[in-house]
């Protein structure tokens, strides 16, 4: 980004090590599968955990002994852990990292649901509901960092978007225009980010915080100046109705949770997959990274450097007001002041997470947003973990991603240079 | 951006025909001319005109009046000029001080506390961002971006107000233990990001933007817990800090404490050890080339790791100094945006210290003139979060205003850190 890191320093003076990455993954599994073991197994009441595949305590559930759970969940990890340390299945390491995290995940629900029961569905939809906003916004910063620009205005266009669907939409009563409103809003602050940066080459980092600040301002003062003195007329925006499919909704969990969704959840997941495939497979994909890590060489190929940059950046901006939709149009039915609330630096967090890939940036999305539920579900059900603590885990994980403790993120080489035509 | 390196003198002492200039048609020439002063003066002028339409735009009776303006044009603009008038007439009352206060006070009606209060209201504000301002700034110096100014002080929040509730130290002592008890902690958190980037190479920015949502998180958490809420509340409140721990101030209507004078003592110790110490000149020479640094023998990481403590220990105080002047308890909001707004301060200040005082001044008197403004015309306090990001929009993009303005090319190129990079 902005300035230079002092990495070659620290990579110069240590060569390949015996501890490479995966045997220090490993060694990280390994200590938590011991904690989980340990601690959680003998913190649990020997009481039955219900897991049902409803909304509620009813119907048929996953059962397991609380305290069994969480000690068999735990050496899980723990051989998890072992297994790359010990170099086996190489191939799989991948897998094995997976499993571990997700065996300790479960040896932590078994110790918390010891007792009690968690309805799925429940859980599935609303983690799902929390990711939506997570993933688009970091698919708005993939599009600009993959380019050359560093978002960190995602949360400014959060609120932009929010706002502005929920003015117009109501306004117009119709919640198509409020959606395309919502992408305006978002795409508003995406063009000064882009016109500072690309033309004016102001440091993207200082514009982006500066953008974050402007949005919670002229949000907040326009709240205030017509929103809250009239709901009624500016802040009733109709809101984004679920569809559900016949036949599909059926499935157990799964069904209820996918096909009886918001339209916007399936438009998130289709971005994902198109801007995958359009990064991987698509003349503009190959051109944007290229622009991305290597203006120079782009431009010398013909290129257009800042056409490309103007292009992903608009785009995000776009990408991330219907992010912001999702906040008044889908999940509410109103606007706050500041009602995002930070949910735009925790998009920030799982692109980065996500190591810059849609995909990725998907994935670190649903952990974030499993999180974050748990996190609610945990402070209903008056667990001793406050929810503050399970709050902090995306921001941790991301603090612990990008120092490199668990395999380095590689940020695109010219990711917040701006790009001069000499 | 293209450098002219001539320094001013060099035409005048060449004695040339460009020497022939007189002193006065040379000021003219760069009076007029994208000189940072200027630039300085106009962006608050665009910024106060942007501000002016919006409270136009957002005033429902005088945006009636615009509806039959081709009939009567003067009913619309003199509408628009009277809310605008009063609306900013406020906010300078507000800041500075009114009037018909100090006429009271010269008649014998009124008294010197009521004619003040004003300035020891701006004043009440602006010293946290004085703080908050140099901890970003003198990072900024050092080639760092310390978003992380907010989590510092929430951080030196906790630590200074816990230290100000919990030692029964006699007066004197006590503030100052909390003081420096604010410092540490701020220091601590700033330190986290310094060595994460000297050891790791992480992203300053990255690191210090989730570690602002961690502290915040902690310190909601923090505050219920027991030992530290007000045990007679049942809300989100600590203790309340110490008599003698508290900065002494005139009490009453005059706000204004020791924290005013500690932030000028402290602008004069960074500017100290920005220009004048052995250490101020290693993190200006890292700042400027890190590479050309460490080959003059410069230890790059380590100066990023004792910068960012600093910087951190700076913003730790700037908290501490918010708890022990003005709220005297801790509650999740107690630290308020003084953080965000910081980086603003510096920004606007262009990084160096006597200008950070400044620009501390000016946020201050514009948060207090919003406050009368908000009581007294009803015009919502956020605008004044408006001006002030979009004041700094404009001296972060020179060239933007520059070309609003149509202003000559600027002759000298003033030493420091500008935020355009090239």
Not at chain 1, 239 to 262: H, Y
Request: proline share 4%.
């Amino acid at each position: 980004m902005s300035t230079a890191t002092v990495e070659e320093i620290a990579e110069a003076a240590a060569p390949e090590p015996f501890w490479s990455r995966q045997r220090r993954l490993g060694v990280a599994l390994i200590l938590i599968g011991l904690l989980a073991a340990a601690l959680f197994g003998s913190l649990a009441p020997s009481e039955t955990a219900r897991f049902t595949l409803s909304e509620d305590a009813e119907g048929a559930a996953l059962t397991i002994n609380g305290q069994f759970g969480a000690i068999l969940f735990g050496l899980i990890t723990l051989a998890a852990g072992g297994a790359l340390v010990a170099g086996v299945l190489k191939r799989f390491q991948n897998l094995l990292l997976s499993v571990g995290i997700l065996t300790f995940v479960l040896s932590f629900l078994c110790w918390q649901v010891a007792g009690k029961f968690m309805p799925l569905v429940d859980t599935t939809s609303g983690t799902l509901q929390l990711a939506l906003p997570l993933i688009l916004g970091a698919l708005a910063g993939v599009l600009g960092e993959r380019s050359g620009v560093v978002n960190v205005a995602i949360e400014g266009q959060f609120l932009m978007g929010a706002f502005a669907g929920a003015l117009v939409g109501t306004m117009a009563t119709s919640v198509w225009i409020g959606m395309i409103s919502a992408a305006v809003g978002g795409l508003i602050i995406a063009a000064i980010l882009a016109v500072l940066s690309i033309r004016y080459l102001v440091d993207q980092t200082v514009v982006g915080i500066v953008l974050n600040l402007f949005a919670l301002g002229i949000t907040g003062f326009l709240y205030e100046r017509l929103m809250q003195p009239d709901a009624q007329s500016y802040n009733t925006p109709p809101m984004l109705e679920k569809i559900r499919i016949p036949g599909l909704a059926d499935i157990p969990v799964i069904g209820p949770v996918l096909f009886d969704a918001s339209p916007l959840l399936w438009a998130g997941l289709a971005l994902v997959v198109l801007i995958h495939f359009g990064l991987s497979r698509t003349r503009w994909g190959l051109r944007t990274r290229a622009v991305g890590e290597h203006p120079t060489a782009a431009d010398t190929v013909g290129i257009r450097v800042r056409g490309m940059r103007y292009l992903n950046v608009l785009t995000g901006g776009v990408i991330a007001g219907l992010g912001g939709a999702y906040f008044t149009l889908v999940a509410t039915g109103s606007f706050t002041k500041n009602m995002t609330a930070g949910a735009g630096f925790i998009a920030l967090a799982a692109m980065i997470f996500g190591r810059y890939t849609p995909f990725g940036a998907l994935a670190a999305a649903l952990f974030f947003g499993f999180a974050q539920k748990l996190a609610t579900f945990l402070s209903a059900v008056g667990s001793p973990v406050p929810s503050q603590f399970l709050n902090m885990l995306p921001y941790l994980a991301t603090i612990i991603a990008v120092a490199g403790l668990v395999g380095r993120v590689r940020a695109p080489a010219a990711g917040g240079q701006p790009y001069i035509k000499s | 951006m293209t450098t002219e390196t001539t320094t001013p003198q060099a035409p005048a002492a060449k004695g040339g025909p460009d020497g022939e200039e007189s002193l006065l048609s040379r000021f003219t020439q760069n009076l007029w001319a994208a000189n940072s002063v200027m630039v300085t003066i106009l962006s608050i002028v665009l910024a106060v005109v942007i501000g002016a339409i919006l409270i136009v735009v957002s005033d429902a009776t005088v945006l009636a009046k615009f509806a039959y303006f081709t009939a009567r044009p003067s009913d619309a603009l003199t509408a628009s000029w009277d809310l605008i008038s009063v609306a900013y007439a406020d906010l300078v009352k507000g800041a500075l001080g009114d009037p018909e206060a100090f006429a009271a006070w010269f008649d014998g009606t009124g008294t010197w506390q009521q004619a003040f209060g004003p300035l020891s209201e701006t004043l009440t504000y602006a010293a946290p961002l004085v703080f908050t301002g140099l901890a970003v700034a003198l990072a900024f110096r050092g080639g760092l971006f310390n978003i992380g100014a907010q989590g510092q002080a929430v951080i030196g929040c906790i630590t200074g107000g816990i230290a100000g509730f919990t030692f029964g130290l006699p007066v004197g002592l006590a503030m100052l233990v909390a003081m420096l008890c604010g410092a540490l902690g701020g220091a601590l958190w700033g330190f986290i990001p310094g060595l994460l980037k000297a050891r790791t190479g992480a992203h300053e920015v990255i690191t210090t933007i989730m570690l602002n949502y961690t502290s915040a998180l902690l310190l909601s958490w923090l505050v219920l817990q027991k030992g530290i809420q007000d045990p007679d509340r049942t809300d989100a409140i600590s203790k309340t800090v110490h008599e003698a721990a508290q900065l002494p101030s005139f009490g009453g209507v005059l706000r204004v404490h020791l924290g005013i004078v500690l932030a000028v003592l402290a602008t004069a110790g960074v500017a100290w050890l920005l220009n004048r110490s052995a250490f101020g000149f290693e993190l200006r020479a890292v700042g400027s080339n890190q590479h050309a640094a460490k080959t003059a023998g410069i230890s790059v990481a380590k100066t990023y790791a004792l910068l960012m403590a600093i910087a951190g220990g700076l913003a730790g105080l700037g908290g501490a100094t918010q708890v022990l002047g003005t709220a005297y308890a801790l509650t999740p909001a107690v630290a308020g945006n003084i953080g965000f707004d910081g980086l603003l301060v510096a920004l606007l200040g262009r990084n160096r210290p006597w200008g950070t005082l400044l620009a501390a001044l000016l946020f201050g008197a514009l948060r207090a003139g919003g406050n009368r403004m908000q009581s007294y015309s009803g015009i919502s306090l956020e605008l004044v979060t408006v001006l002030q990001a979009l004041i700094v929009i404009f001296i972060a993009a020179p060239a933007l205003v520059k070309a609003i303005f149509r202003l000559r090319a600027t002759r000298l190129t003033r030493p420091g850190a500008s935020l355009v990079k090239g």
